[in-house]
């Protein structure tokens, strides 16, 4: 039996375009850019910190809206502070 894959809103998003046709080959250029970004983007440091539960309960929630993992959340909101 195969294995079900769940999509989130932004891949089933994704998925909708790729099907119309909206998206085209990236040049050399454009895919070493993209490439480059996502090498900066790349978790390599662990960090433990002690929140209040009523804050990661709403982190939790904010993230299960958007349909993220709350760590991806987290980690996105440090990086744009941090930015």
């Known amino acids: 039996?195969?294995?079900?894959?769940n999509l989130?809103?932004?891949e089933k998003a994704i998925e909708r375009a790729v099907s119309r046709g909206?998206?085209?080959p990236a040049s050399k250029e454009e895919f070493e850019k993209i490439a480059g970004a996502v090498a900066r983007r790349?978790?390599?440091a662990v960090?433990?910190?002690r929140?209040?539960?009523?804050?990661l309960?709403?982190?939790k929630a904010k993230a299960r809206r958007m349909g993220i993992p709350y760590q991806s959340f987290v980690s996105e909101l440090i990086h744009q502070y941090a930015t």
Do not use: H, P, T, W
Request: proline share 0%; glycine share 0%.
């Open 22 to 24: 909206e998206f085209r």
């Open 51 to 55: 929140v209040n539960s009523q804050d």
């Open 8 to 10: 989130n809103l932004s």
């Open 42 to 44: 790349k978790k390599d």
């Open 47 to 49: 960090l433990n910190i």
């Open 57 to 59: 309960a709403s982190i």
């Open 1 to 5: 039996m195969k294995k079900r894959i």
